[in-house]
């Protein structure tokens, strides 16, 4: 199986910056899509932002585009999430997911790691 484990979150200042990060091991995918999701309380999971491995093509989800900045380490097999500019509804706890090359939905999914923006 596929193991993800995300670190990074915290408490921080509106305006201010926070970098995620993803650590995959296990089982791991020569071509795989990675994602950030997030939940706040009360609300559904949603899509933040994603990345290919092979051409690190990226995808964001409107009220984060301009702000936050997917990444990955491919050496590292390791993905990132710099957020800019964070907003306290921004405040949730973020996700990190992978899907396979074949897989029609995100199947492999971290521990989250909560990140709080105080107004």
């Known amino acids: 199986q596929v193991q993800l484990v995300e670190s990074g979150g915290g408490l921080v200042q509106a305006g201010g910056s926070l970098t995620l990060s993803c650590a995959a091991s296990?089982?791991?995918?020569?071509?795989?899509?990675m994602a950030w999701f997030r939940q706040a309380p009360g609300k559904e999971r949603d899509f933040v932002a994603s990345i290919t491995w092979t051409l690190g093509a990226t995808n964001y989800a409107d009220h984060v585009k301009g702000r936050f900045t997917i990444s990955r380490d491919i050496a590292k097999n390791t993905v990132n999430l710099h957020m800019n500019s964070l907003k306290p509804e921004d405040t949730a706890l973020y996700f990190c997911?992978?899907?396979?090359?074949?897989?029609?939905?995100?199947?492999?999914w971290g521990q989250g790691t909560q990140v709080t923006v105080s107004s």
């Open positions: 997911a992978a899907r396979a090359p074949e897989a029609l939905r995100y199947n492999y």
């Open positions: 296990g089982r791991t995918f020569s071509r795989p899509t």
